[in-house]
């Protein structure tokens, strides 16, 4: 028996992006983000939007909705450190 390999797909992507969600919950609940790099998360926004662009140009939808999902857990945390750092608050 093998696995297709859309399935494959689903099985990465839900774990990929749900492992975003520890994360954005901390932030949520404690507006902290003093333990983030802003660098790190600059970058993993830009590089999940040109994976979400990617599965956009070849028609994928587990790269669509996996990085869609995790663009907006990623951003959302991005612009929460942000804040802090223009804040002063590192």
């Known amino acids: 028996m093998s696995i297709p390999p859309e399935m494959v797909g689903y099985i990465a992507a ?3 992006t749900t492992s975003y969600i520890p994360q954005a919950r901390m932030v949520w609940r404690t507006d902290n983000t003093s333990g ?3 660098g790190m998360y600059f970058m993993m926004v830009s590089g999940v939007a040109l994976w979400m662009t990617y599965g956009i140009l070849l028609g994928d939808a587990p790269l669509m909705v996996a990085n869609a999902i995790t663009l907006s857990m990623s951003s959302y945390i991005l612009f929460r450190k942000i804040k802090h750092v223009r804040a002063g608050d590192k």
């Open 36 to 38: 983030i790099s802003l």
């Open 14 to 16: 839900f774990l990929t």
